[in-house]
Nanobody, 125 residues
Framework: QVHLVESGGGLVQAGDSLTLTCVPS????????MGWFRRTPGSDREFVAA????????HYTDSVKGRFTISRVNWNDTLYLQMNNLKPEDTAVYYC??????????????????WGQGTQVTVSS
């Protein structure tokens, strides 16, 4: 069974940067949109960013626009989330996900069907 593995989380101060990485543990994900989500204790999972297969289309939640950048390198099947100017409210467990094929962009959140275990990002003030 294919799943995803995130890395790159950690404890940083407000204003710092982190880059999260996501790779599949098995077969590569060909032709699908990938995304990043986050969850804080007691809250629902929140969409953060998505990128289509070719990388030409991206979509962000308003709170991270201008600070976070999603990217992917398909030849090595790696997804990234560059996070700059981090804020305490960015503290969460971050998950990467792969969506099943959808005829549009971005796909609805219920189209994401393969998930990683998450990586903790903690931003101190």
């Amino acid at each position: 069974q294919v799943h995803l593995v995130e890395s790159g989380g950690g404890l940083v101060q407000a204003g710092d940067s982190l880059t999260l990485t996501c790779v599949p543990s098995g077969s590569a994900f060909i032709g699908v949109t990938m995304g990043w989500f986050r969850r804080t204790p007691g809250s629902d999972r929140e969409f953060v960013a998505a990128i289509n297969w070719f990388g030409g289309s991206t979509h962000y939640t308003d709170s991270v626009k201008g600070r976070f950048t999603i990217s992917r390198v398909n030849w090595n099947d790696t997804l990234y989330l560059q996070m700059n100017n981090l804020k305490p409210e960015d503290t969460a467990v971050y998950y990467c996900a792969a969506a099943r094929l959808f005829g549009g962009f971005p796909p609805p959140e219920n189209f994401y069907e393969t998930w990683g275990q998450g990586t903790q990002v903690t931003v101190s003030s």
